[in-house]
């Protein structure tokens, strides 16, 4: 049973760089053609893609967050990370890190961790 965990700050100020970790037990995140996704849900919206990092390291992210968006990934820990820079309180969601194995659709997430951007 693959298992996703979100950890970081539930508070972030505006201009500052939002930053969460993932940490997956139940099988690893270097498994082939797995890829490992961000997504949120900002209040009374959908859900909403942010990016992945795939099996071999590599990255995609959304074309309207690509320019303040960074996922990188600690192999020896089972874990991978957001960075979100310069956010706003448009930025205010709920996190959630979530598994493709390769099919386009998500079959396990994490519990979400909400992020609240606010001076």
């Known amino acids: 049973q693959v298992q996703l965990q979100e950890s970081g700050p539930g508070l972030v100020k505006p201009s500052q760089t939002l930053s969460l970790t993932c940490t997956v ?5 270097t ?5 490992w996704s ?6 009374g919206k959908g859900l909403e893609w942010i990016g992945h990092i795939r099996y071999s390291g590599s990255t995609l992210y959304s074309p309207s967050l690509q320019s303040r968006t960074s996922i990188s990934r600690d192999t020896s820990k089972n874990q991978f990370t957001l960075q979100l820079t310069s ?3 448009e930025d205010t969601a709920v ?3 979530a598994r ?10 994490g519990q979400g961790t909400q992020v609240t951007v606010s001076s």
Do not use: E, L
């Open 95 to 97: 996190y959630y890190c």
């Open 38 to 43: 961000w997504i949120r849900q900002s209040p």
């Open 25 to 29: 037990s139940g099988g690893s995140i």
């Open 87 to 89: 956010v706003t309180p």
């Open 31 to 35: 498994t082939a053609y797995h890829y």
């Open 100 to 109: 493709d194995p390769g099919s386009s659709a998500v079959d396990y997430w």
